[in-house]
């Protein structure tokens, strides 16, 4: 079969994921393929112009597996065994599914792999062809897999805009462990002790604390079987914070300063090996606050007047004032130019803090 990517692609199961892929295919003019046990999706996302419904005599060159987490396995294994097409799936997790198919006929077809990309919105409606723009892909072939099963999900990948990593498949589930499920799991922990709080206590909420807790809004069914799914790699790292969390309790307890900083301090250091924009080097940040009124077209103009600043934002937050109609936007730029950025929107008119 042909190595590069021609079609049709079927996609199994038309969420947010599949519908997305869907129409990055069809953008391609690429023909598209869907299929999902609720009919109301696939009519939605053809409504889309994601594809259309596959028929039986359909004869699909790749098929995308974006089913829940615990019926990949499965779904995996139908797809090989229902045709002669090259077989992925963008699910969470890349061994357990590598497990169902291994020993199977057609298991050289099948390559695993994993858009770092999503919305903590779901179903077809949330998605968009640009989902996938400039995010990391994970590719994660199995040992027996075909070289041009390979070269099938990351043409894909490119189609869909994302930016493919090569990764084992256990390597990929240690990877997603550390920076996606555990950090997901402490965010639950953190944002369920405030659902009990004083309303007194709520009314002290800041930006930090919305930062730590957001992925926490995820759906625990979903999250669930990701974990579950995930346990080996989970576990490992969950037993590594127990340890850190007694030495810190330690710490707290007897007014340790030099133990507390030491934790805090690998804190630091944890920040700071995530990488930049572009994947590029980490560069020294600061933030500048600017006080916005809560009316329209505020921030096009506070933006106006940055960008007339020649200082390039590098993120954005904003927090909302309760007892006012105000918002605190965090504007973050290059440490070098916070300065020059201050200066000119006060010049401006524009209320700012140092």
Known sequence: MRSELAGPVEVVGTGLLGTSIGLACRRAGIEVLLTDSSPEHVRTASGLGAGRPRRPEDRPQLVVVAVPPDHLGAEIVRALEGSDAYVTDVG????????????RPGAERYVGSHPMAGSERSGPLAASAALFDGRPWA???HDGAAPEAVAL?????????????RLTPAEHDRAVARTSHVPHLLASLVAARLADA????LALTGQGVRDVTRVAAGDPALYGQIVTQNAEAVLGLLGEIRSQLDTLIDAVATADRGGLEAVLREGVAGTAAIPGKHGAPVRPMRSVFVSVPDHPGELARLFADAGASEVNIEDIHIDHDPGRPVGLVELVVDETRAEHLLGSLESRGWVTHR
């Open 153 to 165: 999900v990351e043409a894909l990948v490119g189609v869909c805009g994302g930016v493919p990593v």
């Open 92 to 103: 969470s997790v890349k061994t357990g599914p590598l497990a169902a198919v291994t020993g």
């Open 139 to 141: 590719v994660a072939p």
């Open 198 to 201: 004083p309303e007194g206590h």
